[in-house]
């Protein structure tokens, strides 16, 4: 059974997992519209909560609300929210295409997927801090050697929870920087064209 200071950084693990969901890297993700809400008559509501979100294209996103008045809403939120995409209806529907992202913008994804893990980290730390406080207040109630093996639990929880958000950590990285075939083959194909002409880049490329 876990103890209360465990349930605490298991949280803090899975608020930083939220976050790193919300950084769009190129494959289109539900989780970039978590954070939106729509006026639904009145009460501002998440999107997931009055409309389908399907994934039809690696890159596109497909909002079909369950109520056909909403179309236009939806729209209107997910353009207002500025999350870097544009959204299109068709139909009952609305499109989200994920725009293909340079290696600048994948860099600056990356800065800000370390800072919200080092945020995790450090709300790991301070829930560790706040047990060892709790477990001090009871000095004088339990013996040295039980200190010690509580105080020595504390710390493997914290370097265990700390250790997953490295590794969410990593793969998030490996996923904003990944770089598709064909986006790397766009980006030289102008100067195979330049270089050996059209008939010999295309022949290069395998087109």
């Known amino acids: 059974m876990s103890t209360e200071y465990e349930v605490k950084m298991e949280k803090a693990v899975d608020a930083t997992l939220r976050e790193f969901a919300k950084l769009r890297a190129g494959q289109a993700s539900p ?37 056909k008045p909403m179309v236009d809403a939806v729209e209107k939120a997910i353009l207002a929210a500025n999350i870097g995409v544009t959204p299109m209806k068709d139909g009952n529907c609305i499109r989200v295409s994920m725009p293909i992202l340079t290696t600048e913008r994948r860099q600056e994804l990356v800065k ?44 493997k929880a914290t370097d265990k929870f700390i250790a997953d958000i490295d590794s969410l950590l990593a793969e998030r990285e ?15 194909l102008p100067l195979l064209w330049m270089g050996m002409g059209a008939g010999h880049a295309s022949a290069a490329l395998g087109v």
């Open 174 to 188: 490996k996923d904003i920087l990944k770089v598709e075939e064909w986006q790397i083959n766009l980006d030289i």
């Open 112 to 155: 800000i997927a370390r800072k919200h893990a080092e945020d995790g980290r450090v709300a790991v730390r301070n829930i560790r801090r706040d047990a060892n406080d709790a477990l001090k207040k009871k000095k004088d109630e339990i013996s040295e050697d039980d200190m010690k093996k509580q105080q020595d639990a504390i710390q």
């Open 31 to 67: 989780a970039i519209l978590n954070d939106i809400r729509v006026d639904y008559y009145g009460t501002p509501t998440p999107i997931s909560q009055i409309a389908k979100i399907s994934v039809p294209e690696p890159r596109m996103l497909l909002v079909s609300p369950w109520e």
